[in-house]
């Protein structure tokens, strides 16, 4: 059989393209902000993780463009060689006292820094334990690591201790969870999480990718918001959603982060942050600190779309954080909705299996501190709208 026969064979995506309902890379020609231009067309943002509107901060642009000027465009080597300005030995200390943490080292992207963290980290004859929702690179670290992966049910405590209860008492344990889901926009129960850590000996690491902006004092996460800092081993995130940048970190204690500073392998053999995006994720971390407001104002934004979202009788899925998912049921169902609110100019992402069950499809819509009452009715009415052409 010839290599590329699944090439030639895979016609999913052109029938879907067949039907016009293909969703995916729609061409941006402006800023992402609540109102964007795509394809010709205004379209009102509703499909982008920039939870804090700082992609268009002046303060955060003009810091990208004078380390540009400083730097020049890329570091061309691995923080291991050539690599490391002193930039991103700024952003690090930073990012660690923000994060109440000892350490913190940063990685070309999220995830890359789930793939380094966890390879490294979870050896041999360890077990990594994951909540069935986690991202997918949160998976993908699991393969690269020699380790061997279990899954959970999903926000489920006694699945998870019955997991815990199954492994080796002397094997190492580390608990993987995502602290905001991406899609369902839950936010994990970690309490009960490290109660069971300690019952059982494991470790915890918490993906924080869609918490860090969004929750705890002044948008520290989701440990923070539940008070277990100090509590949880490893905080991962990324730069690219409230910090407005590219990149990602983990935080944890000095020798955790030395380790694996000197192990994994995709941080090793990687190319370092761009001074650009160092310089943004740096200037966006600075803006948080100062305007703690704006988790504030996000939170109230993502109050205001779920009251207006079940006023005009739209079935959503509940939850405390700006991610706010619309049931639609069947795929195909969901991919015509889409389509069709595109066209009416309101931008959304469809979720589909095997993110989802076939029949609990989803629109997963998210917002920024930025967005304005007046563009969130304009938005919601239209959704309500297309909905009930689809007797939804």
């Known amino acids: 059989m010839d290599l590329f026969d699944k090439c030639e064979n895979y016609t999913f995506v052109n029938e879907l393209r067949q039907q016009n309902i293909y969703p995916y890379f729609h061409a941006l020609e402006t800023r992402q902000d609540i109102e964007v231009v795509m394809e010709g067309k205004r379209r009102i943002m509703l499909g982008s ?26 570091c061309s080597g691995s923080r291991f ?4 300005l002193t930039m991103h030995i700024e952003l690090e ?7 109440n943490k ?4 940063t990685f070309s992207t999220g995830f890359q820094s789930n793939l380094g963290i966890i390879s490294a980290l979870v050896g041999k004859s360890d077990y990594a334990i994951c909540d069935r929702e986690n991202h997918a690179s949160i998976y993908d670290g699991c393969k690269l690591s020699y380790g061997k992966m279990l899954r ?79 509590e949880v081993d490893v ?52 803006h948080l600190k100062a305007h703690p407001e704006l988790v504030t104002k996000l939170a109230d934004i993502s109050h ?25 049921n069947d795929a195909h169902t969901t991919l015509k909705i889409g389509k069709t609110l595109y066209d009416e100019g309101v931008y959304v992402n469809p979720v589909l299996p095997p993110a989802t069950s076939p029949t609990e499809c989803l ?30």
């Open 235 to 286: 905080i991962m995130g990324t730069f690219s959603k409230s910090l407005a940048s590219l990149g990602g970190y983990m935080a944890a204690k000095d020798y955790v982060v030395d380790y694996v500073k000197h192990n994994a392998r995709p941080y090793i053999f990687s190319a370092s942050i761009t001074p650009a995006s160092c310089a943004t994720a740096l200037a966006a971390l600075r």
């Open 304 to 328: 205001y779309v779920r009251e207006g979202m079940l006023k005009r009788n739209i079935k959503i899925k509940m939850s405390s954080t700006p991610i706010v998912p619309i049931y639609t």
């Open 81 to 84: 060689l050539n690599g490391t």
């Open 152 to 230: 959970y049910r999903h926000a489920d405590m006694d699945d998870l201790e019955q997991t815990l209860k199954n492994i080796p008492e002397n094997a190492g344990k580390l608990i993987i969870t995502d602290g905001v889901f991406s899609m369902g926009g839950d936010i994990a129960n970690l309490p009960a999480i490290i109660d069971l850590a300690k019952k059982y000996g494991a470790r915890v690491m918490v993906d924080d990718a869609h918490g860090l902006g969004v929750l705890g004092n002044g948008g520290r996460g989701t440990a923070d918001y539940y008070g277990l800092t100090d």
């Open 102 to 105: 000892e350490s913190v080292m």
């Open 49 to 74: 993780n920039n939870y804090l509107g700082l992609t268009v901060n002046d303060e955060v642009i003009k810091s990208g463009i004078a380390a540009m000027q400083k730097f020049g465009t890329g």
């Open 363 to 392: 629109l997963r819509t998210s917002y920024m501190a930025s967005h304005t009452y007046d563009i969130l009715d304009e938005a919601m009415d239209i959704i309500k709208d297309v909905l009930n052409r689809y007797g939804i």
């Open 93 to 99: 200390k930073e990012l660690a006292e923000f994060l």
